[in-house]
């Protein structure tokens, strides 16, 4: 099975808001830090945010003040809320944790923004 599945993509009008779930299998423990990339057709994948366990969220200068990272460690979840979006928004938003050993990703889940 998929060991990182996300959910919450869709279509949306600009300016509204989509909240993502990224749900991790609980086979994937000592978890250094949790994040969210995202790509768009033609362009480089890019970081939107990312949590280090022991640290303080970041986030990407395009979202800052519109997108909030969070995590419930219980149930192995990151989530990405994002409001007042933007047609520039729009990709495939994957999320990913980082272990000791290796990152895993999930299959990503589009985001479609339109004008």
């Known amino acids: 099975q998929a060991q990182l599945v996300e959910s919450g993509g869709g279509l949306v009008q600009a300016g509204g808001s989509l909240r993502l779930s990224c749900a991790a299998s609980r086979s994937i423990f000592n978890i250094n830090g949790m994040g969210w990339y995202r790509q768009a057709p033609g362009k480089q994948r890019e970081l939107v945010a990312a949590?280090?366990?022991?640290?303080?969220?970041n986030y990407a200068d395009f979202v800052k003040g519109r997108f909030t990272i969070s995590r419930d460690n219980a149930k192995n979840t990151v989530y990405l809320q994002m409001n007042s979006l933007k047609p520039e928004d729009t990709a495939v938003y994957v999320c990913?944790?980082?272990?000791?050993?290796?990152?895993?990703w999930g299959q990503g889940t589009q985001v479609t923004v339109s004008s």
């Open positions: 990913t944790f980082e272990t000791l050993e290796r990152d895993y």
């Open positions: 949590w280090p366990t022991r640290g303080r969220p």
